[in-house]
């Protein structure tokens, strides 16, 4: 199963845009990167996800590396509500359920 | 919010005893999975049901088991409470398991202390 790592914390100011890096170099071919965050005391929120291609909706965007070993997640406008801690997953395999495997994610805190 | 319900929210056992949590699915979702998160840390991945079968498991003992129903809810039972299980206990429903099954939608969790 592919393993990510995040760093465990970063600052954006408000109105700001928040990159938050992900690398995945154990990524195959056919996995995966999902994006999600958790708010404090709320379950876990599904923000995004993609393969190869970037990919963008109402609340952020998805920057993949032609190599597929590395992707951005950026919110285009950060507010004091997108303070949480956001986790880059790559799902497990088959036998597994394609189980998300969440990790420590990066505590993202928004200033104003 | 998701329509995925859990219940209770906050629940309070000792050591040795056994515990039943239960999740409503969102309306459609024939998928269930079940998160361990420990204060601190992320969320760990139980087991997941889909169709009323065990579709996968991870590193968790036998004493952790589960059930879903014909209508797609679930239930998780924890036997022999341990000082350890104290955590927020998540349910996630999808539709369908597979590589890009897409998105999860979890419950607000259920609180579980053992003293």
């Known amino acids: 199963d592919a393993k990510t790592t995040q760093p465990p914390s970063m600052d954006c100011a408000e109105g700001r845009a928040a990159n938050l890096p992900c690398n995945h170099s154990?990524?195959?071919?056919?996995?995966?990167v999902y994006w999600y965050r958790q708010i404090h005391s709320q379950g876990p929120q599904y923000i995004i996800h993609?393969?190869?291609n970037n990919e963008t909706n109402e609340m952020a965007s998805l920057i993949i590396t032609e190599d597929r070993k590395s992707s951005t997640l950026i919110l285009p406008h950060a507010t004091l509500r997108d303070t949480a801690v956001y986790y880059c997953i790559v799902p497990s395999g088959r036998s597994s359920g394609y189980a998300l495997n969440f990790g420590k994610g990066t505590s993202l805190l928004v200033t104003p | 919010e998701t329509g995925v319900t859990q219940s209770p929210t906050h629940l309070i056992k000792t050591r040795g005893q056994q515990v039943t949590l239960r999740c409503s699915s969102q309306s459609g979702h024939n998928t269930v999975s079940w998160y361990q998160q420990a204060l601190g840390q992320g969320p760990q991945f139980i087991f997941q049901?889909?169709?009323?079968?065990?579709?996968g498991r991870g590193n968790f003992p036998p004493r952790f088991s589960g059930l879903q129903f014909p209508n797609y809810s679930s239930e998780l039972n924890v036997n022999a409470l341990e000082l350890d299980d104290s955590a927020l206990y998540l349910c996630a429903s999808s539709l369908g398991t597979g590589v890009n099954t897409g998105e999860l939608f979890f419950g607000e969790g259920s609180r579980l202390t053992v003293l």
């Open positions: 154990t990524i195959s071919g056919n996995e995966y």
């Open positions: 993609g393969l190869k």
């Open positions: 049901y889909y169709r009323e079968e065990e579709n």
